[in-house]
């Protein structure tokens, strides 16, 4: 596969000079051209530099949906040194881990959350803080990125090469402290050219980012991927008010809509005005992160006739997509088939291809795959052999190729030897009226070893649902060894960022209950 760039900087410097007064950035009524782009990140670099960041050094981002986000990225290319995108939702003993497990020498934050930043060592950890918003008191500690910009400094370009490694993605840690995946300027490119081809992507096109910016979903297909062919970004700075969000895809005339399926099932059911349906300029739903329910795909097709919604699959270890359903034949429950570039097998537990149709360990292979976990050679030897990624995801393949995701590979249930996969439950629960959505955790048994307990979020105005009419609806639809021992109501399933359900909140929750 050939690459058009060598690195991010390169990427922006080619297109501020080539196309200086194309729109990179939409944010609100501001418009951000690639040539002014180009220049705040020269100048951000300049002030880097005279800082003391230099080639390899790590710097962590802890900053909202912003211009200043990918300013930071780019600059942080133009001198050698690696970004380390941390999620926003974490509390100060979290990134306090992240930022000691990196070696962060820096850290480049918004005010908006600035009571986290304080309530970890961060003096002891880095050398300077540079604030995104409003800073009250500036110091030579903590600077605004305002005044980082007007002091108008020059930096020296390190090139750095299609292998040196760009980004640090840290894992959501659902099992022990995050990993962090250090993902290099090949990786994250493959992912922008294989997608460019598959979506057809090009630079007329413009894609709407709300999503948080730090994941590595909205970061690598969100945001460099738009900006690797030429094309623009609309940068809204929160999903709220949601609104706003459909306000922006029409005025700006936007032509792929990248979500979660949280937001694909708000869509399904908000009332859009009429002029939004008949005027807006989108081609293509894109959703990642979480599995899309069913009758979330079936809404949005009967909603928007003419627009695709198109799942796909990946994970931060694959900078990150890996399969993604084609405009011309996307498949319902299918993340469909691999992207251009990369292989995806469906194997046993020696590594040994499994049939079509038959259920399996996932494994992937491409220029994709992440160079290792920061500092641990152990899970790594473990993740990648021979060049194959153990995704820790279970599924089958189709005739065509066309990948079918069962579960995650630890929250598969084994009830008397018998393997038990959540989501077939959980779609099964999500069909029943009243039902906004569902997991499926496994509980330990005396006799049949595990059984799975369903924990069922209600949708909007329902107050209860009848357990006997739920009951029956599953015994119609699954096998009698399936059928949860217990269900649970809950306000609200607890998620990460990017909407995909914390499991193992959900087993910690149980555990309490026995």
């Not at 259920?359 to 899970?379: S, W």
Request: with cysteine; proline share 4%; net charge neutral.
């Amino acid at each position: 596969m050939g690459y058009r760039f060598n690195n991010f900087y390169e990427l922006i410097l080619t297109h501020g000079i080539k196309r200086g007064r194309k729109v990179a950035l939409f944010v609100g009524k501001e418009k951000i051209r690639y040539r002014d782009l180009l220049e705040r990140v020269d100048r951000f670099a300049g002030f880097l530099q005279s800082r003391g960041v230099k080639e390899g050094d790590k710097v962590a981002l802890f900053l909202r949906n912003s211009p200043e986000f990918i300013i930071t990225l780019f600059a942080l290319s133009k001198l050698g040194a690696i970004a380390v995108p941390i999620n926003t939702f974490l509390k100060s003993e979290e990134l306090q881990y992240i930022l000691e497990d990196s070696g962060a020498i820096l850290l480049v934050a918004s005010t908006s959350h600035e009571k986290v930043v304080q309530d970890t060592e961060i003096d002891s950890l880095c050398s300077m803080v540079i604030w995104e918003g409003d800073l009250r008191v500036t110091s030579s500690f903590n600077v605004s990125f305002e005044e980082a910009l007007g002091e108008k400094l020059e930096a020296k370009a390190v090139m750095r090469k299609l292998d040196d490694t760009a980004v640090i993605i840290y894992t959501s840690g659902t099992t022990g402290k995050p990993k962090g995946a250090m993902l290099s300027y090949k990786n994250i490119f493959s992912n922008c050219e294989a997608g460019a081809e598959h979506l057809r992507i090009t630079g007329r096109d413009r894609v709407v980012v709300f999503l948080p910016m730090f994941h590595s979903f909205t970061l690598s297909i969100g945001v460099i991927l738009f900006l690797y062919v030429g094309g623009s970004i609309v940068l809204v700075k929160s999903i709220k008010p949601f609104n706003n969000i459909f306000k922006q895809v029409l005025l700006k005339r936007v032509t792929i809509f990248i979500g979660i399926p949280d937001v694909y099932n708000a869509l399904a059911k908000a009332k859009l005005p009429w002029y939004f349906m008949w005027f807006n300029n989108l081609r293509a739903f894109i959703s990642g992160a979480a599995a899309l329910q069913e009758h979330t795909l079936m809404a949005m097709e009967k909603k928007f006739k003419n627009v695709a919604l198109l799942e796909g699959y990946g994970l931060s270890e694959a900078a990150p997509a890996v399969c993604v359903n084609p405009l011309n034949k996307p498949k319902a429950r299918s993340v469909g088939p691999a992207l251009p570039g990369y292989t995806v097998k469906v194997v046993d537990e020696n590594l040994v291809e499994l049939p079509r149709g038959e259920v399996g360990d996932i494994i992937t292979r491409g220029d994709n795959i992440m160079q290792c976990y920061l500092n641990k050679p152990e899970a790594t030897a473990e993740t990648i052999i021979n060049g194959w990624l153990l995704t820790g995801d279970m599924g089958s393949m189709d005739e065509e190729g066309y990948l079918y995701i069962a579960d995650r590979k630890k929250d598969l249930i084994i009830s008397k030897g018998i393997n038990i996969y959540p989501k077939e439950l959980e779609e099964v629960i999500d069909r029943f009226e009243g039902i906004a959505a569902s997991a499926v955790v496994g509980i330990s048994d005396e006799k049949s070893g595990e059984v799975p307990v369903a924990y069922i979020e209600l949708e909007e105005g329902t107050e209860a649902i009848d357990g006997a009419k739920l009951r029956a609806h599953l015994r119609k639809h699954l096998a009698n060894f399936k059928l949860p021992k217990m269900h649970y109501t809950v306000d609200e399933l607890p998620k990460n960022a990017t909407g995909k359900v914390l499991k193992r909140v959900l087993k910690e929750r149980l555990q309490q209950k026995q």
